[in-house]
Structures are given as C-alpha cells and as structure tokens.
C-alpha cells in the first residue's frame, strides 16, 4: 500500500515538472534580450535538463503552487520568466534596470523579506557545494551578486530574480521547505547539482567544463540497486535509449522484463541484468551503458558482485 501511494506521488509531481517546463519554455521563447535572441532560447534539452534538475529538488506543494502562479500570469498576460530575468538586472545592469523597473509587479516588504531568508541559508549550502566538488563549481557562476556584469549573473543575482518572479504563497512554502532541509541536513544546491551530472554528461551548464573526479564522486555516492523504474533510460552509442524501448528492441518478453535488476543513479542505468541471467540460467538483458564501458583510457573501476543468499 505504501509503495503504492509513493509510486502515485511521484507520478503526480512527474506530470507537474511536465507543465511547469513546458510553460515556462512558452514564456522563455518570449523573453527579448537587449543584445539579441539567446542562443539558448533554442536549445529545448539543456533547458529541459537544468530545469528539470532544479524542480525535482522541490516539495509537491511548492510545485503545484509554483504551476498555479505560471497558469495565472498566462490569463494575465505577464511573462514571469522575463520578469525573473528583468529583476536580476537591478545588479547586471543597474541602468537599464532603472528604465524598466516600474513596469514590473511590486515587491512587498514580506515577500522580499522571505526571499532574502531563501538566499541565506542557499548560500550557505553553495558554498558547502563549491567545497565538496570545486572542480565542477569554480568554472560555473559567481557565488555574490558583487560579482555581477551585464553578461555574467551570479548565484545569488538569479536566485533573488526567481524567487521573485514566484508568488508570495510559492514563496512562503518553499522557504518553509528550505527551513525543513535544512533541520534535516539536506542540501538542496548540492542535490540539483547531482540532478544536473545525473541527466547529463554534456557539462553544458558549467561553461563546457567536467571535473571527471567529482562526475565519479557524485554518480558513487548516488548508486543504487533497484527494480526497473518509468523513466529510466541508459545510454548507447547514438545517444540515450528508454529502458522500455530497450526491452522492445531486444524483444524481451513482457513476462521476464519484471525480473531485471539495474545499476543506477537517478533514472540513468548503469547496468541492466536479468536475476536470473547472471547465473546462466535463461535469456535476459546485460547491458552496461555506453558512457561506464571499461576501454584503454578507463582509469577507475567501480566493481560490483552479484551473488546468491
């Protein structure tokens, strides 16, 4: 009954990530940059990917409030996503800020003040994040809004612009979500980063750079073994496949597919077995993806044994 009920709840938030990316690629489309459209305003994967690796992270609440907020500014005809981008620009671009500020929604004392307590304590877990993986964190963006020009925004300059694009009631729950991860010792920028590594081995959000070592250290501390799940997917040489459809392309009758057992980090399969046919019983899948295929450049190897109680 329980892992029936989680199953449902993780089907539920699934489909709201779903919309909420699907809307906010509406609006990104929208969004006129002073220099020019972005070059990543055409680039659907590593929006779906960064944004997905951020949303995952967030309590159902959060989420379900946060899709309200995006289906109420389409019947207003407010874009959230350029208002996000148009308050960061209070500390890229000071001047031109001054130009557009009193077309943009009001900030309430509250709602700056919440936001502010967001900011602290996500600071505060970037920086245990830059410590634990620097050689991934210190090629991406600056930590303080100090830092900021009119082409390169920092961690905190796009946190404030988000959170205050977001109603004041998405914003009073997440900040009491942060609170709660944070009794409990969890890191949300540090989850969204492996999220990031976990859905992508293209590095494309840290300016093209991958600290190999810290990729390792994050996929090993994230390892599970587990049933198949909706989702997963391994990669192969012409890019990523569907567990599903690698089950239909292997023609895997549908009565064995229950019985395979997968090496993972989030939904990315690292090896793919059947029980069964690691003992040479019958027929089944075993397949390790693409990226984790020991060769001559292979420098560390992670061994796993698989035997019988």
């Not at 205050?164 to 009794?183: A, F, H, P, R």
């Not at 229950?258 to 046919?277: C, D, K, P």
């Amino acid at each position: 009954m329980g892992e029936n009920f989680e199953d449902e709840e993780k089907e539920i938030k699934q489909n709201i990530i779903r919309q909420i990316i699907a809307r906010e690629w509406e609006f990104f489309q929208l969004v006129h940059n002073t220099g020019g459209r972005a070059s990543c305003q055409d680039n659907y994967e590593e929006f779906n990917i960064m944004r997905s690796s951020q949303w995952k992270i967030f309590s159902l609440p959060v989420l379900r409030s946060y899709l309200d907020d995006l289906i109420l500014a389409g019947h207003r005809d407010r874009n959230p996503v350029m208002e996000k981008y148009a308050y960061m620009m209070k500390y890229s671009a000071p001047e031109e800020y001054e130009g557009i500020k009193e077309f943009l929604p009001a900030i309430s004392e509250q709602k700056g003040e919440i936001a502010e307590k967001i900011i602290k304590i996500y600071l505060e877990w970037e920086i245990e994040t830059m410590e634990k993986y620097p050689g991934i964190t210190n090629k991406g963006r600056k930590l303080y809004s100090e830092s900021d020009t009119p082409k390169y925004t920092s961690i905190e300059t796009y946190l404030r612009g988000e959170l205050l694009s977001y109603s004041e009631k998405t914003l009073q729950l997440y900040y009491d979500y942060v609170k709660n991860c944070k009794i409990e010792n969890k890191n949300l920028a540090e989850k969204n980063l492996e999220n990031i590594v976990k859905y992508n081995r293209k590095p494309i959000c840290i300016n093209n750079i991958i600290n190999k070592d810290d990729m390792i250290k994050i996929i090993e501390e994230n390892i599970v073994i587990r049933r198949c799940e909706s989702g997963d997917f391994i990669h192969i040489k012409s890019g990523r496949k569907a567990v599903k459809k690698l089950f239909t392309d292997d023609k895997i009758p549908l009565n064995i597919r229950g019985e395979h057992v997968v090496v993972a980090t989030g939904f990315e399969i690292l090896w793919i077995f059947r029980e069964s046919n690691i003992f040479g019983d019958e027929a089944g899948l075993d397949r390790t993806g693409e990226l984790y295929r020991i060769d001559e450049n292979t420098k560390n190897i992670l061994k796993i044994e698989v035997s019988r109680r």
